[in-house]
């Protein structure tokens, strides 16, 4: 194993200047604090996951594209395989602003696609550990439910998973998000 980071003392020239910062604000840390309590570590607890490294685009590069540069604040995996089970996102006054509620309608149709339970979770809710818990209790069950029922197709006729052609055609560019 080599250490590529440079001595301390060393200067690099380069056109931007960078430096480290936490990748969690510090609300954002206390509440993955409270999910490893409340998990018990039966779940693998991801911080600010992008789209693209869990959904599938299938090759299409505008599909890629709208999912490339979004992230959700935490996503929670199956033990066991990695399959990605809820993702929260922690609302906080930000989500007001017009482009931040155009982008969470992007990402809830898109977490509804892929039928991926996605959890809002607004900040001055993080310390209600009753209800929290029973949200993303339910969040589970229903995607655990959801990927049974998949399975248990898949495993019987799987032509009738397959949609007809015309569920398949791309909506006008004044549908599209």
Not at 12 to 31: G, R
Not at 151 to 168: I, W
Request: charged content about 20%; aromatic content about 6%.
């Amino acid at each position: 194993m080599q250490l590529i980071s440079p001595h301390p003392d060393t200067r690099v020239a380069l056109a931007w200047k960078y430096q480290a910062k936490p990748l969690l604000t510090p609300t954002e840390a206390n509440f993955h604090q409270v999910l490893l309590s409340v998990s018990d570590h039966r779940c693998h607890i991801l911080c600010k996951p992008r789209l693209a490294d869990f959904l599938d685009h299938g090759g299409d590069l505008t599909a890629f594209n709208k999912i490339s540069q979004k992230h959700v604040d935490f996503l929670i995996c199956r033990p066991d395989d990695w399959m990605p089970m809820l993702a929260i996102e922690l609302d906080d006054a930000s989500h007001e602003r017009a482009a931040v509620k155009q982008r969470d309608m992007l990402v809830n149709a898109i977490f509804a696609q892929v039928s991926i339970p996605l959890v809002r979770i607004h900040v001055s809710e993080v310390q209600m550990l009753e209800s929290l818990v029973q949200k993303l209790s339910q969040a589970w069950t229903s995607r655990l439910q959801n990927l049974e029922k998949v399975t248990r197709n898949l495993s019987g006729n799987t032509a009738r998973m397959l949609p007809d052609r015309a569920t398949c055609q791309r909506p006008p560019p004044s549908q599209r998000l």
